[in-house]
């Protein structure tokens, strides 16, 4: 079903890119509610508490300058602040880093989406801001290319699947969805210890060093998230 942009409502965590962009009135022009634009970190995830966005946009500056906007520290603790507070609120990274290690951080400490600010226009974030409503996840292109040159396991196809217990699909499913270990478990109605045990036979099973990469697995075996998450 289609997202209707009427009803999305975002926030904005301004950076040097966003700003010179107008990202925020190109987004009301796609017809996307924006509730609110700053540049201080406390006051967006106070607006999250207060006057929660369905996502929030973080243009985050890879070099670090503090007169520039949010650095890369500032933002993977923004994301490590939201994710320990349990916001429901979906995190997009803008960014022009491409480092991965960088790029793994983010999904680790929250992220839903990532992309390169290069070439980025203001549609092209307007569908991914639809896309992570809808319960999507949005891995770099190059991240997903380099994971597909480079997959630990050579036979990653659709069989893999078949070594999996049904419970293993199920929590498989949410780490595709963004899921953490306790919101799994609350879903499934299990022992978080239950769902960290299944990961990690997940990680055995699939070759996957981290969440991200576990993550990047169930999407190139089809796996998607649930219609509850």
Not at 4 to 9: D, F, G, K, S
Not at 43 to 52: F, Q, S
Not at 79 to 94: H, P, Y
Not at 122 to 132: D, K, R, S, Y
Request: overall charge negative; some cysteine; charged content about 20%.
């Amino acid at each position: 079903m289609a997202t209707n942009q009427a009803e999305v409502r975002v926030g904005l965590l301004e950076g040097p890119w966003a700003a010179w962009q107008s990202l925020a009135d190109g987004l009301r022009g796609e017809g996307l509610q924006v509730l609110w634009v700053t540049r201080d970190v406390r006051t967006l995830l106070d607006g999250i508490g207060t006057d929660p966005p369905q996502v929030a946009i973080l243009d985050v500056e890879p070099e670090g300058d503090a007169d520039m906007g949010c650095s890369a520290n500032e933002g993977l603790n923004l994301l490590r602040e939201a994710r320990k507070r349990r916001l429901e609120v979906r995190m997009l990274v803008l960014s022009s880093a491409h480092a991965q290690d960088f790029i793994s951080q983010c999904f680790e400490e929250g992220a839903s989406g990532y992309l390169f600010r290069q070439n980025l226009t203001t549609n092209a974030v307007c569908t991914a801001v639809n896309a992570l409503v809808r319960g999507e996840k949005l891995f770099p292109v190059q991240l997903l290319r380099n994971d597909f040159e480079h997959p630990p396991v050579p036979s990653a196809t659709a069989s893999v699947l078949l070594t999996l217990t049904q419970r293993e699909r199920e929590v498989l499913a949410y780490v595709a969805g963004g899921a953490d270990n306790l919101k799994i478990a609350a879903h499934l109605q299990i022992a978080e210890r239950t769902v960290k045990s299944h990961v990690t036979q997940l990680y055995r099973k699939l070759g996957a060093e981290n969440r991200t990469q576990l993550a990047l697995r169930a999407c190139h075996l089809g796996v998607r998230p649930p219609p509850d998450l």
